[in-house]
């Protein structure tokens, strides 16, 4: 697990210093992070189009296996 988030990280990194940066907003319940962000008035993300990343709570058990109850 270990190995396979610092892969994700080091992906991430890449495709920063190659300038590729898209937005992608998550919503938890009623928490938007776009209501918080400071770069909201020069980002101009669609969210009407684009939608937002949902996030939802997961046990610990389900956390490892990848899965959802």
């Keep these: 697990m270990q190995k396979y988030a610092l892969d994700i990280l080091n992906n991430a ?3 920063m210093l ?3 940066i ?3 907003p998550y919503k938890k319940d009623n928490n938007i992070a776009c209501l918080n ?3 909201k ?3 101009h993300y669609q ?3 684009s939608g937002y990343r949902e996030i939802t709570s997961k046990s610990k058990e389900n ?3 990848g899965e959802e109850k």
């Design 13 to 15: 990194t890449t495709e």
């Design 41 to 43: 008035s020069i980002c």
């Design 63 to 65: 956390f490892c296996l």
């Design 22 to 24: 898209l937005p992608k």
């Design 47 to 49: 969210v009407e189009s």
């Design 18 to 20: 190659e300038g590729y």
């Design 37 to 39: 962000c400071k770069w």
